[in-house]
């Protein structure tokens, strides 16, 4: 069975920084693009961050850029996001999610993590 | 970046209704169109990829059309266990983009 499992969530005050992680298990982790996904507290989904599985190339969503930075292990079956000058709309659940086939789409996703961003 | 607009964004339905979601692109998008089903407090779920193929185990009442910039995602026959909310993804291009999501609520 495939799973995602991701970790790292926690309060956090504005401008702090925080590391999430995701396992992979249940499939060949190093031949799959890793995404991130966000989902604020009753709100829809936004597209985070990717990084490629063969050329370990990443693409950000404006809202992140410059801040965040996904990263892999693929020794480790490990999906990583680094999230510094955190603020308040970035309050959210992260999802860890892979993406599958030409059309690109994200199947499993993880049980996500929560980031809350407050002072 | 392309925006994805989803209408209505929510209805009332009744058991045995049939059900259809429409989705919009900004621009051209081929079929890089998925549809996702989220349950209050739980991960979204693939229902339908590449516009039209059903995803492995999800129910023949789901399907889903359309290429280009108009795209719909139909329930034929609404069940209990279908009232949720539906989202589109568009995969097109970086960065990926979400509809607003359409909430499927009990008449």
């Known amino acids: 069975e495939m799973q995602l499992v991701e970790s790292g969530g926690a309060v956090v005050q504005p401008g702090g920084s925080l590391r999430l992680s995701c396992v992979a298990s249940?499939?060949?982790?190093?031949?799959?693009?890793m995404h991130w996904v966000r989902q604020g507290p009753g709100k829809g989904l936004e597209w985070v961050s990717l990084?490629?599985?063969?050329?370990?190339?990443?693409y950000y969503a404006d809202p992140v850029k410059g801040r965040f930075t996904i990263s892999r292990d693929n020794s480790k079956n490990s999906l990583y996001l680094q999230m510094n000058s955190l603020r308040t709309e970035d309050t959210a659940l992260y999802y860890c999610?892979?993406?599958?086939?030409?059309?690109?789409?994200?199947?499993?996703w993880g049980q996500g993590t929560l980031v809350t961003v407050s002072s | 970046d392309i925006q994805m607009t989803q209408s209505p964004s929510s209805l009332s339905a009744s058991v045995g209704d049939r059900v259809t979601i429409t989705c919009r692109a900004s621009?051209?998008?081929?079929?890089?169109l998925n549809w996702y089903q989220q349950k209050p407090g739980k991960a979204p779920n693939l229902l339908i990829y590449?516009?039209?193929t059903l995803q492995s185990g999800v129910p023949s009442r789901f399907s889903g059309g359309g290429s280009g910039t108009d795209f719909t995602l139909t329930i034929s026959s609404l069940q209990p266990e279908d009232f949720a909310t539906y989202y589109c993804?568009?995969?097109?291009?970086?960065?990926?983009?979400f509809g607003g999501g359409t909430k499927v609520e009990i008449k």
């Open positions: 999610v892979r993406g599958v086939g030409a059309y690109t789409w994200f199947d499993p």
């Open positions: 249940g499939f060949t982790f190093e031949d799959y693009t």
């Open positions: 990084i490629r599985w063969d050329d370990g190339s990443t």
């Open positions: 621009q051209n998008i081929a079929s890089y």
């Open positions: 590449a516009a039209s």
């Open positions: 993804q568009q995969s097109y291009t970086t960065p990926l983009t």
